[in-house]
C-alpha cells in the first residue's frame, strides 16, 4: 500500500508503518500521527496534531480540523444513496454520484468502530462514543453515543 506522490504532509507528520497505509492526494497537517491500515483518499484533509488511529478509514469529502482524535477502525462515508450500477446496468462512474462532505470540527474525538455518515458536521471538542452511528450533526461539545448516535452528556461537564 502506497504512500503517493499527490500526498501533502505537513512537518513532522508521523506515519508509523507507511508500507502499511494508503494515502493518496490528500493533505496531512503537521505533527499528526497515522497508525497502520489507515486508507485516506485524495481530497480528504487532515489537520495538524491529529491522531489517526489503525484502520481508519477516511473517504473523499471529508475535512478533519486540527486536534483531531480518530479512534480504531473508524468508517466515514461520502454518498448518501450508494449504488455500483446505474439503473439500465452500467457500472457507476465518478459521474454517478454525489459527492457530500463531512466536517470533524476542532478536538473532537471520535471513539473505535464509529460510522460517520455523509454531511455531518461533528462540533468543537464533541466525543463520539465508540460504536456509535452518527447520522446528525453534533453539537459542540456534546457527547453522542448509540445507533443512531445520541447526546448522553457535555464534554465540558462529564458526568
Known amino acids: 500500500m502506497p504512500i503517493a506522490s499527490t500526498v501533502h504532509l505537513g512537518s513532522d507528520v508521523r506515519i508509523f508503518h507507511p508500507d502499511l497505509v494508503n494515502l493518496y492526494g490528500c493533505t496531512i497537517g503537521a505533527e499528526t500521527k497515522i ?7 485524495s481530497g480528504a484533509v487532515v489537520g495538524a496534531r491529529c491522531k489517526v488511529s489503525s484502520h481508519a478509514f477516511i473517504c473523499e469529502g471529508v475535512t478533519i480540523e486540527d486536534e483531531v482524535f480518530i479512534g480504531h477502525g473508524v468508517m466515514f462515508t461520502n454518498d448518501i444513496y450508494p449504488r455500483a450500477t446505474n439503473d439500465d446496468g452500467a457500472l457507476q462512474t465518478g459521474d454517478d454520484w454525489e459527492l457530500i462532505p463531512t466536517l470533524v470540527r476542532f478536538r473532537a474525538s471520535i471513539g473505535s468502530n464509529a460510522t460517520i455518515l455523509a454531511g455531518v458536521v461533528i462540533g468543537q471538542n464533541a466525543l ?8 446528525k450533526d453534533v453539537p459542540d461539545y ?18
Not at 128 to 135: K, M, Q, R, Y
Not at 142 to 159: K, L, M
Open 35 to 41: 497508525g497502520a491500515f489507515v486508507e485516506i483518499q
Open 128 to 135: 463520539v462514543g465508540a460504536g456509535s452511528v452518527v447520522t
Open 142 to 159: 456534546a457527547i453522542v453515543a448509540g445507533v443512531p448516535a445520541r447526546v448522553i452528556g457535555d464534554t465540558r461537564h462529564p458526568r
